[in-house]
């Protein structure tokens, strides 16, 4: 079982982290990969670095949820750390897109799919979704979607 290119960046960074014992950022390495272990032992496959970066982005959107709801609730102590890991954790995801790149993309993706209205939105999301992994909170593409469609 051969280790995928970004799998086995994420494990040569949590090594050169327990040699630097960088405490804070080897946790969040070690919460990133417990993920991706989880997810290889629960299906008995083996990720390839697309799904390591959908997981990857699924964790950059919990700790966005969770930063909004601790700064509502006053817990700044809990948004530092949020804050520390979702940078760890944005360090193995690729560069995310611009706003005109985003714009380029949602325009390539309506004219492909052919949408016309607010009914086609998910056939503009799912090809989104393929091409913007990682890259961009699929949030906030959903919201440009819906305002350029609707």
Same mark, same amino acid.
């Given at each position: 079982?051969?280790?995928?290119?970004?799998?086995?960046?994420?494990?040569?960074?949590?090594?050169?982290?327990?040699?630097?014992?960088?405490?804070?950022?080897?946790?969040?390495?070690?919460?990133?990969?417990?993920?991706?272990?989880? @997810?290889?032992?629960?299906?008995?496959?083996?990720?390839? &670095?697309?799904?390591?970066?959908?997981? =990857?982005? %699924?964790?950059?959107? /919990?700790?966005?949820?969770?930063?909004?709801?601790?700064?509502?609730?006053?817990?700044?102590?809990?948004?530092?750390?949020?804050?520390?890991?979702?940078?760890?954790?944005?360090?193995?995801?690729?560069?995310?897109?611009?706003?005109?790149?985003?714009?380029?993309?949602?325009?390539?993706? @309506?004219?492909?799919?052919?949408?016309?209205?607010?009914? &086609?939105?998910?056939?503009?999301?799912? =090809?989104? %979704?393929?091409?913007? /992994?990682?890259?961009?909170?699929?949030?906030?593409?959903?919201?440009?979607?819906?305002?350029?469609?609707?």
């Amino acid at each position: 079982m051969s280790d995928t290119g970004l799998k086995h960046s994420i494990t040569e960074a949590m090594k050169a982290a327990m040699r630097a014992r960088d405490q804070k950022r080897l946790g969040t390495i070690r919460l990133m990969l417990a993920d991706i272990k989880r @997810i290889e032992v629960d299906e008995r496959i083996e990720l390839d &670095d697309a799904r390591i970066l959908a997981v =990857l982005d %699924k964790m950059q959107k /919990q700790r966005r949820d969770s930063i909004e709801q601790f700064a509502q609730a006053g817990r700044q102590d809990l948004v530092d750390i949020e804050t520390a890991e979702m940078e760890v954790i944005q360090t193995f995801l690729p560069a995310p897109f611009t706003d005109e790149e985003l714009e380029i993309l949602i325009e390539q993706a @309506i004219t492909e799919s052919g949408a016309e209205s607010a009914k &086609d939105m998910g056939k503009v999301m799912g =090809l989104l %979704k393929q091409r913007a /992994q990682g890259r961009a909170d699929m949030t906030a593409i959903n919201k440009k979607v819906k305002a350029r469609l609707g």
